[in-house]
Every structure is written in C-alpha cells, then in structure tokens.
C-alpha cells in the first residue's frame, strides 16, 4: 500500500504483522503492473489499479463463472503458465478490487475475517476511508465513453444524516447501486466502532500503567505515603469537579480551572478515556462515602422435591462458579470503599494535628509573652557584635528559616536549658555547615534578632547524622523558588516588603481580571516601603497595567491609591516614580488606559512639584488635548487641566492657559465642551481673578475676538465661533459678580452677626456646576447672604463711587456689548438667541436693582423710543437692528412681576408702531416674537400686544398685527388660537383696507397647516374660499399672489383633504384664468408663483383622478403662459407634465398587473399547499425522502 492510505485507525496491528503487508505488498506487485506506470492518487485503489481498456466493459455482478475467469487471468498475469496450479487467495482478491467487484471482495473478506484468514490485501484496502470517496461527478456512463475509471463508491459525511448521500440515478440498476452503498456503509461504521473501542482500551490500559517517574520514585521512597494518583483518576476527578462548579454557578472558578487543565476537554466525559459509565456528581459521592456497601447476593428460587434429573447438565457445575465471581467482585467494591474512606479519616487526621499544634505553639507563645521581662524584647536590627562571623544577613537577616529546626546535641544533657543566650553563641562554622541541610538550625542571623523558641527535646540519644536521615523523608520543596519563599517566614516590615516586591509579579498574571483591583493596596504598600528603586519601579508599572482595560470603577481605585502613594512619599517620589508611568501609557492603544493617565495627572496635581506641575504635567495634558481621538479621554483632559489651573501660580502660564481655554472650546466634541465651561474656565476664572487678569486681559480679549469676528463676517458670520466665545464669556459671569463683592467698599464690614436673611431660590441662575456658583466662589452661602444685603443696600443708597470693578462693568463692559448688539445680524435666530441668554444671565446675576438702574438705562438711551422720533429716519435705525429683539428678550424678561410685563408689553408695541408708521423692516420685531413665542409663558402677553395692533387705527399697525399672527400659530395650543387668534383674524379679513385683509392671508395658511380641529379648518377654509370666489377680489392681483403663495407653503403640510378638495381645485381656476391675463407683468408675476406652488406640490402623493382633472390641466395651463413668457421655465413644465403622465399611464399598468398577478398568486398558493400537505404526510425515513423526487414509470 502507498503511504498515503495507511489506515489511521489500525494501530494496534502488530509489528509482524506491519512486516508481512510489507513483503506482500512486495511480492504481489508484477511486471505488468510496472509496465502499466499508473500512479496512485490519494483516492484511488492501492497499487491495483488496471489500464482503461481492461475496465471498458460494463460492469455485472459477479457470478460463478467470473470468478475463475479472474483466477485464470491472475494465474496468467502472474506468469506461472500452468492453469492448473492452485490460485491464491490473495490472487483473487486483487483480481476482484482490479475488476471493482466491491461487493465480492467484502463478502470474501467477511467469510475469511470469520474463519480466521484474514487477508492483509483486503483489510487495507476497506480500512483506508479513502477508497469511498468519489473523485468527480462523472456517472458510470463514463466508463463506457473511455473516459477514464468510474468514481469510486460515495462515502457520506455523517452517519447520522441521509441528505449527506447521493441518491441520483445514473442507470436502470440504481437500487441495487444503492443497497451497495448501504452495506459498505454498514460496515465502515461497524469497524470505525470497532476502532474506537480498541483504541480506548488501549489508552486505559496506558493510562492506568502510566505513573510519573518522579511520583514512582517517591513512592518507593515513602512507602508509608499514600499511592499517588493516576492520570485517568486525576482526568476523572477534574471531570467531576468542574461539573460540580458549574452546577453551584462558579463559573469564573470553573473557567480557571479549564484553563489550568487545557488538555481535558470538559464538555464531554469520553474525553476522559475510561471505558465505564460516568460516576454520580461530587454531591452523591459525598453524601454516600459514609454509608458501605451492602453485599448484594444472587438468590434462586429453589422448590421442594425437584427431581435432579429436571435440571439441566452442567446447572451445578455453572452456577457456583457465577455466584463465587459476583460475590467477590462485591467484596472488591467494598473494600475499595472503605480504603476510600479510610484515607479520608486520615487526612482528617492529620489536620486535626496540624490545629493542635498550632494551638500549642500559640499558648506557649502567650505564656512567655506574660512571664518575660521588659529587656527581653525582640531586637530589629542585628548589632555588630551579634553576627560573630561578621557576614552580613540575608534580607537585613529579618528571616526565620523554618526549613531546620533547633536540635540538641546527642551528647548534650536533656535537662539543660537553652536559653538565647547559649544559642546566639553557636559557632560559626556549626551554623553555616548546617544552614545548607534541609533540616538545619535556625540561622544565627535570625536567632541574634529574636529570642529562642524552646522546644521539648526527647530523651533520646540519636546521633545528628541519624536524625537528620529520618528528617529528610518528611517531603519538603526548598529548591524552588517559591520553596525558598515559604520556607523563610519575615519577621520586619522591611523583610516583608522584600518578600512582597519578590513574590508579586508572579502573583498578579494568575489573579482574574475582574479581581486585580483586590491587589492595588499589596502593590501599593509594598511599593510605598520598598527599598530598591527598581523593585518599586517594577510594582508601579504592574499597578498601571494591572487591568487591560480599567472600568470606571477600576480606575477609580487605581486613583485612590496613587494619591496615597503620593500622600506618603512625598513629592519628590511622585515626580521620579509615579509620573514616569503615566509617560509611558500616554499614547497607549486602548483608551481606558489613556484616560486613567488623564485624571491622575489631575488626581496627583496637589502633590506634585510646583515647577513639575506647571511645566511637565501642563504640556502632556495638552499633548493629550490636541492629540488623542478619544472624547472621554479629552473630557479627563479638560477637567484634569482645571484641577492644574486651581495649583499653578506662575504668572508666566497665563497666555497658554488662554489658549487651552480656547482650544478645548472649539473642540467637536459637546462633552469635552461641557468639561470645559464646568471646571476648566471657573478654575482659569478664579486664577486669573488672584493675577488680577480677569477685567484686564480675560474678558477684553473674548469682547476683542467677538468684534473681530463681526468684522470678518460681514459676508457671512461664523455662528459656531461666535457661540464659542459667547458662551465663555456667560460662563465667566459668576466670577465677574464675586470680584464685585469681593472688592466693594463694604467688604470689610460683610461679618457673620446676627441674623442674615437667607438668599431666594431664584435669585442667581441655575450654575452649571458648582464651580460657577457664586456661593462657593465667596466662600460660603451665609458669606454670600451677608454680601448681598451690602450690596443691593449699597446700589440703592450709596451708590457707585469708589467702586472700580463695578464702573468698569458699568462704564465699559455694558457699553461695548450694546455696541456689540447692534452689529449683529437681526435675521440670524441663533445670534439673537446667544445674545439674549447672555444679558438674562447677566442680569439675573447681578441682581435687579443693578438691572434697573444700570442696564435698562443704557438700552433705553440708544432706543430712544419716543413721540417726536417716529418719523426721523436717523432715529429709527437702530429699531431694525438685533438690539431690539435682546433688549426685548434678554433684559426685560429677567423678571416676571407685573411691573415688568407691563414694561414688556409696553416696548413691544411702541416698537410695532414705530416700525409699521415709520415703513422701516420688520425682522427684529419678528425676531423679538419668535425668540418669546418659543416660552408659552409668553403667548397670553403676545397676543395682548396683538390685539393692541388688531384695534389700531393705523392700517399700517394692522398689517403688521396681521403679519405677526403668522408667527405665533405655529407655538400657540389650539384653544388660544380659537379663542384668541381666530377671531381676531376675522375681524381683520373684513377690514375696509385691502391690504390689511390680504395680510391675513398667510396666517389663515398657517392654521391651515398645523391645527388639527375640524370646525377651526371649516372657519379657516370658508374664508379663503370668499377671498377666491367673492367678485370684488377678481382683480385683486397682490390677494391673487398671496394665495398663490400661501397654497405653494402650506400645500404639502396640510391635511390631504384640504390639499385635494380646495387647494388643487383653485390653483387650476387660477392657472386658467392667468392665460386670460392681458397685462404681461402680472401675469408673469402670477406665473411665477404658480411654477413655485406646483414645483412643491408635484412631491405629495395626488390621486389619478386628481392628476387628470386638476393638476395636469393647471400644468398644461401654465405651460402655455411660460411659452410665450419664460422659455427656461417652459422646459422644467415640460418634464413635469411628462412625468405626470407616465405616472399616470403606469397606475393604469400597474392595476391591470395587479389583478393578474393576484390570480397567478392564489394559483400558486393553491399548488404550494397541495406540496406542503404530500410533504407533511411523508415520515422521516430516508427511503422516502429518496422516492419523492422519483420519476414515474
């Protein structure tokens, strides 16, 4: 056989057996099979393979003729020449695996496996899997065509599954083809079965012989010890024992276990290797191996006179014999039974003297503790003159080597006593010939620092030789590392931080991840008391690499102890050992690792050296911020470099604290940004107020920016910049009030006596945390009352005078944000929104008298809203400008009295009749109620003011109430805009002047397209339905484009009703009559808009019918007003009414498919069922499965 088809399961043939395959494998190979050349593929048959012409006939089954025509072709292939010579059996069968004959040959190879004849040739050959296994999917049609030999028999994959086998029929003869492929099956699973039994035996057999050397030689040693155990009892017992924690939920210990026992596979007790049944769990055993077995005896039933000659023959002869082997296999159990338990008495034993010892050692030691004197104290540190042989000792010699114990001398007298004085005056030769025994006297370095255990000596006289020979078979390890370890017991700090530093780095790779933080104070305590730098290196460097990936909570305890550490060794230490750590992990793949370095530089930033802190720590903080991808560790950056901003206090960092500040502003992420207004500015806010920077360089240089930026964005304004440098500016207020407090003239006599009224709850805006608030910025919140009270009693009666950080505020901080204001653009919502929650902020922190009599002046001086100024051009400018809608929003809606709103209400109408008197744009009226309509707080006071412009008498201030209702509906509930808003329209659509009713218009649109009520919609759409059909609007042509222009804003929005039953209907009738137009500018107008309306129309979902009648005529429509009037637009009308056809035309396909598809579905459903019900009656027989898919004959 090649070698590449030996079988992988015949390992237990023997090796002269291997020699005889060998020789006939030799012999049996002839000329003609050299001269053939073939070579053997790995799945085809071994060395017999014959040429193609000898396999062109098709193939038969053997009969009794083809069987000696085989033989007489073998005896003339092998070249004897005589026919009559017998054949070999051998001959035969590789005539038959030559001609295919499969069956034929298993059946010969059955009958001589069955006489005892096996033949080597056969065996091989249906033992190599490969022979089964088909090459290609060529049929045996193939054969005939001089193709090539026929793929040999299928084997399938699974023995358990019958898809995996070919059922296809390639001839008439395919049932008996697959009767074929069974029985070789059958077979091949019997001897893979026989294999694996084989095989395990043979692994039992090995397994249960096999016992380590090294145990097999302490055992001869020890015979008294108990016999070790063997690899199948150990593979059997790691089996149980994992089961057992799995089923008691430990499954961190049970994963712990597997690892350790990579070699057992736990899932499966065969792995084991055991050729019996798997044992009951540990719990079973347990409960059990106190109760022995009872003997289980065979019992007959045994009648009277039965007549001997009744029984069978050898009745008497067979059954003792059974009986006599059950009952000693019975006593064998129990006997190893109770060895079983026997040997756990004695281990129960042995510990229970283990305890006696110990408790005897522990009351010897409390006696001499009571009768010792106070000069007998232990002594730490060995002097001189105690180390007589003036070697130095192991570990400050803080060691006690329990691997000897003190002995007597055998000449020496029982009745001497010893005392420590008579054994710190040992020899020094005695003692270092002794101390490399395994059981010597204890070291003379330990026995100077510490006084004598007494032990009680026998009265014996043992030669030391002897004693020291029957010591050594108590089994000891000291020649290990951790032998060493354990045989030394420390009896100093010192010595127990060495012992810690030595045995820690092998403790920690074999501690579980989830439970390393168990480990943080052994690391830090041992590196905090360390004496060598390097073992102290090396245990902080396992400390930040502890965990992988630290969780918050981890990382967490990490932090505490470092900023022990750091309370401990001082800031010396911390510079040289911890922050070198956090050096290395700063650019460390794994961003929880990154991020602890983070928050411990802020973590050890109190501990550090001053020059340390504001140079090192600072530039890898901001290496981080520049440089790390990973938010939540530029977040740990932000509010580490706060922490640094509360300890630094070199004037020179100022400039790059600024430009930290601004670059953690504008980073893109909003967490980081948070971090930033939370601790990073309040921490810069309070240092720069110690430098005395904050009113001359910190705010100046954001208001600087702030005006650079509207300089620069003239042409388009960088809203996200201005946000940024806005918002630093609002963070900041808390800070800029307490260095008002803090420098007032009253400060010296803001004392804690007497009673203080407590501050109001909303007093001071929310802080966004509690470095922003303003309490404890002062101090405390009682410090704070009593400075208010000074405060307001100083802005109402005393006034400014003397005050420097209050008239900064006052006469440049105001003036240059009014001025500010109004350079900004009106029309950008988010600026006016910014602005506005600035000054709120502003002023609710600095309180209301300042509001009234600092700020409100100031905006009402540049305003200047007054009778004589309506018509001056000059003096209405600023009314246009975005200061009205902040000064609007942002300072008198700080307070909500009634005072106040009146105030409000007053400045919003003044400003809407100027505006609409003086012809002057409305956007920052508009900006003023879109900013308040976002508060429903605001709406009743709203609409009050809108009344006040329905009930003018000005058409002018009508128009634009008119307009401004457009703004409020989309904030406003329903039941206001039905009270309120509905009705004050109406009175407005019948006004005298035309244009005040055209302006409601796009109000009437707005309900339209967001409220919901039936009979509102009903109102609404009657009267917009009279605004189209009345004849006194025909020749309204601004009614006509507002309409146009309502229907194209609110169409898509608006309920489909509305939109199919009123909006489409009317923009044709308008279409229609825009043809009719003879004025060519309105009518291009009107076109215009009506292009707008369909543009934003043609994106709804519109019926066919409304497609056909209305929305395709009105395209068609305008399509003959843009021929003459925009050609541009005549091609985009053009597309439109083009697609709107097709649209059309394939709804009408798509509903004629529909009915047929629908018919061709239930057919089909009709058939799959008919299918499913067959299938569903079949069994899961494999035959069955196969005769479905039968052609019928």
Avoid at 10 to 29: F, H, I, M, P
Avoid at 121 to 148: C, H, I, M, W
Avoid at 806 to 818: A, D, K, R
Avoid at 1132 to 1137: E, N, T
Wanted: glycine letters at 6%; hydrophobic letters at 35%.
């Amino acid at each position: 056989m090649a070698a590449g088809n030996v079988n992988p399961f015949n390992v237990s043939d023997s090796e002269e057996e291997a020699e005889q395959r060998q020789d006939g494998a030799d012999t049996e190979r002839s000329p003609s099979d050299e001269v053939q050349g073939h070579s053997l593929g790995p799945f085809s048959p071994p060395a017999y393979s014959e040429p193609a012409a000898l396999l062109s006939s098709s193939r038969t089954s053997p009969s009794v003729d083809g069987i000696p025509a085989s033989a007489a072709a073998v005896a003339g292939i092998g070249g004897g020449g005589a026919a009559e010579s017998r054949v070999s059996l051998d001959a035969i069968a590789a005539q038959l695996l030559r001609d295919q004959y499969i069956l034929t040959a298993l059946e010969l190879h059955t009958e001589l496996l069955e006489a005892g004849r096996e033949l080597p040739r056969l065996r091989d050959y249906f033992s190599n899997p490969g022979n089964f296994e088909r090459q290609s999917g060529t049929p045996p049609a193939s054969k005939e065509q001089g193709v090539g030999p026929g793929g040999p028999l299928n084997r399938a994959g699974s023995i358990s599954t019958l898809d995996s086998l070919d059922f296809a029929r390639y001839s008439d003869d395919g049932n008996r083809e697959s009767d074929e492929r069974v029985a070789v099956l059958e077979f091949e699973l019997r001897k893979a079965r026989e294999t694996i039994q084989a095989l395990r035996a043979n692994l039992t057999q090995a397994a249960e012989c096999e016992i380590p050397s090294q145990e097999r030689k302490n055992y001869k040693s020890s015979p008294e010890n108990q016999e070790p155990i063997r690899p199948l009892e150990k593979r059997a017992l790691n089996f149980l024992v994992n089961e057992y924690l799995l089923k008691n939920e430990c499954k961190l210990t049970s994963i712990t276990f597997s690892d350790e026992n990579d070699d057992q596979d736990f899932e499966l007790w065969d792995d084991v290797g055991l050729n019996i049944p798997k044992p009951p769990d540990l719990l079973q055993l347990y409960r059990n191996c106190g109760n022995s077995l009872p003997l289980h005896r065979d019992t007959v039933d045994v009648a009277v006179s039965v007549d001997p000659n009744d029984l069978p023959g050898d009745y008497f002869t067979q059954e003792p014999v059974q009986q006599t082997e059950a009952i000693q296999q019975q006593q064998e159990e129990v006997v190893q039974e109770l060895e079983y338990q026997i040997s756990l008495l004695n281990s129960e034993k042995k510990s229970l003297a283990e305890q006696i010892k110990k408790l005897q050692s522990d009351i010897q030691v409390l006696q001499r503790n009571v009768s010792s004197e106070p000069t007998s104290a232990v002594k730490l540190t060995p002097s001189k003159e105690d180390t007589p042989c003036g070697k130095p000792p192991l570990d400050n010699g803080q060691y006690l080597d329990i691997r000897g114990v003190t002995e007597t001398d055998s000449s020496s007298d029982a009745n001497t006593t010893k005392t420590s004085t008579t054994t710190a005056t040992t020899d020094c030769t005695e003692s270092t010939t002794t101390a490399t025994q395994p059981h010597s006297k204890l070291k003379s370095q330990s026995q100077q620092g510490k006084t004598s255990v007494q032990f009680d000596q026998p009265n014996r006289k043992l030669s030391p030789a002897f004693h020291q020979a029957l010591l050594s078979f108590c089994r000891m390890s000291t020649d290990s590392r951790l032998g060493s370890e354990v045989s030394r017991i420390a009896d100093s700090e010192q010595s127990v931080m060495l012992m810690l530093g030595r045995c820690l780095p092998h403790i920690v790779p074999n501690v579980l991840l989830a439970k390393r933080e168990e480990l943080i104070p052994l690391i830090l305590c041992t590196a905090c008391l360390h004496p060598d730098p390097k073992e102290r290196d090396q245990l902080l460097h396992i400390l930040f690499n502890l965990i992988k990936r630290p969780d918050d909570e981890q990382r967490q305890m990490i932090l505490t102890g470092c900023v022990a550490f750091a309370q401990h060794v001082g800031p010396t230490r911390v510079e040289a050992e911890l922050l070198p750590q956090c050096w290395e992990q700063i650019n460390h793949k794994y961003p929880e690792r990154r991020l602890l370095v983070a928050e411990a530089c802020g973590a050890l930033a109190p501990y550090l050296p001053k020059e340390i802190r504001s140079s090192l720590v600072l530039s890898m903080l901001q290496q981080m911020l520049a440089e790390d991808k990973a938010d939540m560790v530029r977040e740990a950056v932000v509010k580490s470099l706060g922490i640094i901003m509360g300890y630094i206090d070199d004037p020179d960092k100022y400039s790059q604290g600024f430009e930290l500040m601004l670059l953690s502003l504008g980073d893109p992420s909003e967490r980081v940004v948070s971090a930033t207004h939370q601790v990073f500015i309040p921490a810069f806010a309070a240092w720069c107020t110690e430098l005395g920077n904050l009113q001359s360089q910190l705010i100046p240089s954001l208001l600087t920016r702030i005006e650079k930026l509207l300089k620069q964005g003239e042409y388009g304004l960088d809203e996200h910049k201005l946000h940024m440098y806005l918002s630093a500016l609002q963070s900041l207020i808390p800070s800029l009030f307490a260095v008002l407090l803090q420098n007032a003239p009253f400060t010296s006599r803001a004392k804690l006596q007497g009673d203080v009224p407590p501050i109001e709850v909303t007093r001071f805006p929310r802080p966004a945390s509690p470095l922003q608030d303003v309490a404890t910025i002062v101090g405390s919140r009682e410090q704070l009352a009593v400075l208010l009270q000074l405060y307001d009693h100083q802005l109402q009666h005393e006034g400014t005078t003397g005050w420097d950080s209050l008239l900064w505020v006052v006469n440049q901080f105001l003036p240059q944000l009014i001025e500010i204001v109004g350079r900004i653009n009106v029309t950008s919502s988010t600026c006016v929104h910014e602005f506005s929650k600035f000054f709120w902020r502003l002023c609710r922190t600095f309180g209301k008298i300042f509001t009234n009599t600092k700020v409100k002046p100031q905006f009402q001086e540049i305003l200047r809203l007054s009778e004589e100024n309506v018509d001056a051009s000059a003096g209405n400018g600023i009314l246009t400008k975005a200061t009205v809608p902040i000064y609007a929003t942002g300072v008198l809606t700080c307070y909500n009295q009634e005072e106040d709103r009146k105030l409000l209400i007053g400045f919003l109408e003044d400003v809407m009749t100027t505006l609409s008197l003086s012809h002057a744009p409305l956007d920052s009226l508009k900006a003023s109620f879109v900013e308040l309509g976002a508060n429903p707080a605001f709406h009743e006071l709203l609409l009050t003011v809108l009344w006040y412009g329905v009930v003018h008498t000005s058409a002018l201030v009508r128009c634009t109430a008119a307009r401004m209702f457009e703004l409020l509906v989309k904030g406003v509930n329903e039941t206001l805009v039905a009270q309120r808003v509905v009705p004050a329209l109406i009175t407005l659509s019948s006004d005298p002047e035309i244009s005040v009713r055209i302006s409601t218009i796009p109000a009437f649109g707005t309900i339209m397209e967001t409220v919901t009520q039936k009979e509102l919609l009903e109102r609404v759409k009657m009267q917009l339905a009279s605004f189209l059909e009345d004849p006194q609007y025909q020749d309204q042509h601004s009614l006509h484009m507002e309409i146009i222009k309502t229907f194209g804003r609110v169409g898509p929005n608006a309920e489909p009703r509305f939109r199919d039953e009123f909006v489409l209907p009317h923009l044709h009738k308008l279409a229609l009559c825009n043809n009719q137009q003879t004025v060519e500018s309105k009518r291009i107008d009107i076109a215009t808009q009506l292009f707008e309306a369909y543009s934003a129309l043609s994106c709804c979902f519109i019926s066919e019918e409304l497609m056909v009648n209305h929305f395709l005529p009105g395209l068609r429509c305008l399509k003959t007003d843009m021929e003459q009037l925009s050609p541009e637009h005549e091609v985009i009308l053009s597309s439109m009414i083009k697609e709107c056809e097709i649209k059309v035309e394939n709804k009408a396909i798509g509903e004629a498919q529909g009915s047929i598809s629908i018919a061709a579905s239930l057919v089909g459903e009709d058939a799959k069922t008919k299918f499913l019900s067959k299938m569903g009656q079949l069994t899961t027989s494999g035959a069955m499965l196969a005769n479905v898919f039968q052609r019928k004959k």
